[in-house]
């Protein structure tokens, strides 16, 4: 059913005539053109298309578009701001935590969730967290440290 | 089996054309100094000659442009392997430019010479050392020009960021750019000038971090699935419900009623097109289709019974003494079978291709290890001329040897060249698992013995249906056999080469059974190990091991859960020890693992530690829970919530030890993961006593061993 959609997509509002039915990654990816968001499973099982909605992370690739209205919604090409790296992705690369880098966008979105929730996460609590992300490269390792030091960048900005 | 033999057996169907025209070339790489060069490596050469399509010309060039910069042109693709790195650190050395004035055009027909494609651990090997002769030729040509230019001796130059100058005056100085602009030199590497010394290298075996990072955590970077072309369709294709099924009747009536949606019907290719991947996703739901399929006994289970009567073929890999020799001298003799399962490749990004045809030119863009291979493929296909196809690899994620394959570059220029519009072909994960190429199910039957002193006398060794890389004992043993054995029509599906084809099930094997012999003697079995070794660089490399992670001698099991492996692929040696804990639900987890590497010498120590990393990370999966469950040429596991692979909470810590080497540089890919089955299998034993032969060794197995007692 055709109907309209008013949200927030990284930090800009939004409004959408479509059929409210469909998934937000389709909709990401094809009629908003933002392609970092990715296709890996589509049950919601790897993660691989893990968006941000009001601070939750969400399987794009179940949620139903019209649930992200009155909403606000990050993707990866909206997390860098003024043209500054987020801490997570600044230590995702000082830390090499990925190789070919096709989960990394869901990866970061997931952590960065945990972070507004949890700050200093232990270690423990980041593979909790992050356990049904998957990455076939192996990764995992790096990615936990990456958090961790993203962690402590924050906390030293002061922000998220 | 020679090392470059199974590419042969994984590529019989190339049909190479002729490479592009050289002119063809020069049109598009524009002025400055460019050296072509081929591969110089006489088993490559000579793997290629055997195939007899070789191109005669060259493989690879690299262009000195007018603006100074250095680019390296190559059919290699990057999938996460690193190579886009460490090739431009490679050439910064021999150039002497800063890093970051070396590009790299990578996986594209129209502009980068033809290659085999990337795999078996061969860029490093292979394809970096004709590079670094092309790159000192390219200094020798700029030496000369700069002689001319600064009026002064070649001998009386020193180069440094780019910049010659003269030794006695240096304000006396030229660029690489000054020197390249308005010249169109073209060199043909004929006679080749050595390269640097390997100790005069600054950039090579210095730890440099990736250059794709900033791109990837971004969401700058494009995979195949994100190239957006006008008026591109989305593709989703009919597939049957088993490999053997066979298509009777198709209705596409109620697809074909939904609004902007297209039919195609091509021979066996059904598909449903839309401008949005959901609606066709939803209109193939809508396409009823009946199938003819045969019944098979063979699955899962009935496999291995199946490989060992289907074998038809044997061949024998190496052998000395004199095996009824061997048997009289053995106190002990072991008989035991090992098996393992098909496994999938699993990349998470699926195969994905998006073509487009213009006037009589098509481009594809796909995921794929092998991009000159899908040129012929698609040109055959749709019988264009090779010059006409233009294959484009973006980043590729994840290949691990599944992607050498590209059926859906195929069908997506089909069905281009049908429509006459660009369109998309991304599998879903069904399909990701349908037409995988699995890693084999394979069975290996070892005979061995050992003196009473603890001396192997003894080895029969046979491979069924794996494959020969890594089958071959290392160990000092006077009476041996190693043999493999296959033919026939043994796999109900696709299996290929999969992350060091082979090797995984040769040295799951070969190290279980060394380490049964180990307990029989009643030594450690480094000790053990250690004791039947002549072999200097595995001795050094298992020290190397033992001595990070503090290995003590101990008779297993210990029920220290500690385990040893280790083995060869790809040209450099590992030893693996790893540290687990096992619960009485048979669950393993694997605590610590640290891998000891010989690889020559280290171009990128910090690329080489993250494919160790990636090695053993990826290698617990098969270790201990990827399984292709499958009924006749019905596939069972279609997603990751049933086939598992490796996620966070099994991770464990990990150190890699790279061994200081000046020998030429070997494979960095594959080998650290060919002995995760086998440290895995020996840690379980020495923490439980329970000794597993098959992989994976799932809980259920290892609970089903540990009863067994």
Known sequence: MMETLSFKLNGKPMEMALDGERSLLWVLRTDLGLTGTKFGCGEGICGACTVIVDKEPVRSCQFSVKDVNGKEVITIEGLSRNGDLHPLQKAFVSHDALQCGFCTPGMILNAYSLLLKNPEPTREEIVESMEDNLCRCGSYGRIIEAIQTAAQEIKLLGKA | ?709
């Open chain 2, 1 to 709: 089996m020679k090392e470059n033999e199974y590419l042969d057996l994984d590529f019989t169907d190339i049909t190479t054309q002729l490479p592009l025209d050289r002119r063809e070339f020069l049109k598009v790489i524009g002025g400055g100094i460019v050296v072509f060069l081929t591969i110089g490596d006489p088993t490559t050469a000579e793997a290629q000659r055997r195939r007899g399509r070789l191109p005669t010309d060259f493989n690879a060039f690299l262009r000195v442009g007018e603006d100074g910069r250095v680019t390296c042109f190559t059919g290699k693709i990057e999938m996460g392997q690193g190579v886009i790195t460490s090739i431009p650190q490679s050439l910064a050395d021999e150039l002497d430019v800063p890093l970051d004035s070396v590009d790299i055009v990578m996986g594209d027909t129209d502009l980068c010479p033809w290659d085999m494609g990337t795999f078996g651990s061969m860029t490093t090997r292979f394809f970096v050392p004709p590079l670094r002769e092309a790159a000192a030729e390219a200094r020798a040509v700029l030496m000369e020009l700069a002689a001319e230019h600064l009026k002064v001796p070649v001998d009386q130059l020193r180069v440094e960021a780019g910049v010659i100058s003269d030794k006695k005056n240096s304000k006396n100085k030229v660029t690489y750019a000054e020197l390249a602009k308005g010249k169109k030199i073209e060199r043909y590497m004929e006679e080749k000038p050595p390269p640097k010394d390997f100790s005069e290298l600054k950039v090579v075996g210095k730890p440099v971090m990736r250059r794709d990072a900033l791109e990837k955590v971004t969401g700058v970077a494009k995979f195949a699935g994100d190239i957006r072309l006008s008026g591109m369709l989305y593709a989703r294709i009919l597939r049957p419900p088993a490999h053997d099924a066979k298509l009777t009747s198709v209705d596409t009536s109620a697809a074909e009623k939904m609004e902007g949606v297209q039919v195609v019907r091509d021979g066996d290719l059904v598909a449903v097109l839309h401008k949005l991947p959901d609606v066709a996703e939803a209109a193939l739901a809508k396409v009823k289709a009946q199938y003819d399929r045969p019944e098979s006994s063979v699955n899962d289970k009935t496999i291995f019974d199946h490989l060992l009567k289907t074998a038809s073929e044997s061949d024998t890999g190496a052998e000395g003494g004199n095996l009824a020799e061997g048997k009289k001298l053995s106190a002990h003799v072991f008989e035991e079978t090992y098996l393992n399962s098909y496994v999938a490749h699993a990349p998470i990004e699926n195969h994905t291709a998006i073509a487009r045809i213009k006037g009589n030119k098509v481009t594809v863009w796909a995921s794929t290890q092998a991009p000159f291979r899908v040129k012929d493929q698609v040109a055959e296909a749709l019988g264009f001329p090779a010059e006409n196809v233009r294959i484009i690899a973006p980043f590729v994620g994840g290949g691990f040897g599944g992607k050498t394959r590209c059926q859906q570059g195929i069908e997506a220029a089909r069905l281009a060249k049908i429509t006459g519009k660009p369109i998309q072909v991304a599998w879903s994960r069904a399909e990701e698992f349908f037409y995988d190429t699995f890693r084999p199910a394979a069975v290996v039957k070892i005979t061995s013995g050992i003196t009473d002193s603890g001396r192997i006398s003894l080895w029969d060794y046979g491979v069924y249906y794996a494959g020969g890389r890594g089958s071959q004992q290392f160990y000092d043993i006077p009476h041996h056999r190693t043999m493999t054995h296959g033919g026939g029509r043994a796999h109900p599906f696709g299996t290929g080469a999969w992350r060091a084809p082979a090797n995984n099930t040769n040295t799951f094997a070969r190290e279980s059974q060394i380490d049964i012999m180990a307990a029989k003697a009643g030594m450690d079995p480094v000790e053990f190990r250690l004791k039947n070794l002549k072999n200097e660089q595995v001795i050094r490399i298992l020290k190397a091991a033992a001595d990070r992670f503090g290995w003590t001698p101990a008779k297993a099991p210990s029920g220290r859960g500690y385990g040893v492996a280790c083995g060869t692929d790809a040209g450099t040696w590992v030893a693996h020890m790893a540290e687990v804990e096992v619960d009485k639900n048979g669950h393993v987890q694997v605590k610590r693992v640290v891998c000891a590497q010989d690889m020559g010498l280290v171009i990128n120590p910090q690329g080489a530690t993250l494919q160790v990393e990636s090695c053993v990370t990826m290698g617990l999966g098969y270790a201990l829970a990827e399984e292709i469950r499958f009924k006749g040429g019905e596939i069972l596991d279609s997603n990751f919530d049933t086939y598992e692979i490796t996620r966070f909470s099994w991770t464990p810590e990990i150190e890699t030890v790279l061994i200081d080497s000046d020998a030429s540089p070997q494979g960095g890919g594959e080998p650290a993961i060919i002995c995760m089955g086998g440290v895995v299998a020996n840690a379980i034993f020495d923490a439980t006593g329970a000794r597993l032969f098959q992989l994976p060794m799932t809980p259920a197995r290892i609970k089903e061993a540990m009863q067994k007692g």
